[in-house]
């Protein structure tokens, strides 16, 4: 193997010096397409020759979780896989405010029909901007709740799928699908959003562990105790979403993506829909069906895939660069859901399936 130092991946000026970095990465460890193969599948990943070639041979960015998969096999510590990861978003972000117009060599991959709404300061937002808490035991914070609820169907301009309109629970029929650009792998209506690393959870509201951010916030929580609330995707776009909660009694929140200070990353349920987040969700290819477990699975089952009926895995994606995860990977109760840089990793895979 040679030795002679490693590359410094922050010194990449554009896309073209950052893919002939990586491609003197493969020739200073001497490994073939097919060794990076099998040291990628050694530490339990995916990494297939065919996309490894094209990403070198290419002039696209690779994305962020076929990049950290890459150099881990080239033997990369982890210290440095996030020194490329880091160099990578660089340089991605001095490509899209290039004055001299997109080129295919500054493109990670095409962008959805509708770009994600930026995460903004949450406290840069008036409070009434955001969604009142679900979890109310007086009855004088009940009737704000109701006013709150009130509002934002009046600054919305009609009613979600599955709403009445303004001062009425939701009914228990399923929401429709109002874009003919839902994915149809996807189920339509109610739903449920369960981390893959522990199927018997969901993401649903909930407190902040550490109490370092008063609202609630995006958790995964027993599905049994989901309930009355419930999950839907709202289409945005092809194959572009908002993840709403709808309760019987607060009425509808979309989550948004924080970001700054000590809510940076967690996904607030606001009731100004427009104003939330949307995500692109894709197939996880990557890592490839596993089996679904536990009695949180559900007599319904998942959305299955032709391979053996186990259960397809979804990535929730922004702009290429950040992607829905659990934090820190972990599979017990409570654990937020955030907005965290695309890793390729379990804890930023989801199963999506009807609501029993």
């Known amino acids: ?135 109310i035991a007086s009855g004088v914070v009940l009737v704000l709740a109701t006013a709150a609820v009130t509002a934002w169907m009046a600054t919305s301009g009609g009613t979600s799928s599955g709403n009445p309109p303004s001062g009425s629970p939701p009914s228990d029929a399923a929401p429709q699908s109002r874009a003919p650009s839902r994915n149809a792998a996807i189920p339509a209506g109610w739903i449920r959003i369960r981390p893959a690393g522990a199927p018997t959870l969901c993401v649903t509201d909930g407190r902040v562990q550490d109490g370092r951010y008063s609202s609630l916030v995006a958790v995964q929580r027993p599905c049994g105790g989901v309930a009355p609330q419930r999950t839907e995707l709202e289409p945005v776009g092809t194959d572009t979403y908002r993840i709403a ?74 702009d290429g660069e950040q992607c829905l995860g659990v934090r820190d990977a972990r599979t017990t109760t409570g654990a937020e859901v955030t907005l965290q840089r695309c890793t390729g990793r379990e804890n930023q895979t989801f199963l999506i399936d009807p609501a029993p």
């Open 245 to 318: 909660w709808v309760h019987p009694e607060h009425g509808k929140g979309c989550l948004k993506a924080l970001s700054g200070g000590t809510a940076d990353g967690l996904l607030e349920p606001w009731e100004s829909c427009a104003q939330a987040s949307s995500f692109r969700v894709e197939p996880d290819r990557g890592s490839g069906p596993r089996s679904d477990s536990g009695p949180g699975s559900g007599p319904s089952g998942s959305t299955r895939q032709a391979n053996g009926g186990k259960p397809a895995r979804y990535i929730f994606r922004t």
């Open 1 to 135: 193997m040679d030795t002679r130092g490693n590359t410094d991946p922050a010194e990449a000026r554009d896309v073209a010096e950052f893919l002939a970095m990586l491609r003197e990465l493969k020739e200073r460890r001497g490994l073939t397409y097919r060794q990076l193969e099998q040291r990628a599948a050694e530490q339990g990943e995916v990494l297939a020759r065919s996309t490894l070639a094209d990403v070198l041979s290419g002039r696209r960015l690779p994305r962020p979780e076929v990049l950290s998969v890459f150099v881990r096999a080239c033997g990369e510590s982890s210290e440095r896989a996030s020194a490329w990861l880091d160099a990578r978003a660089d340089v991605a972000a001095r490509s899209r405010t290039a004055k001299t117009g997109p080129a295919p060599a500054d493109v990670t991959e095409p962008a959805p029909p509708q770009a994600a709404v930026a995460p903004e300061d949450a406290a840069a937002r008036p409070r009434s901007a955001r969604r009142a808490p679900l979890l």
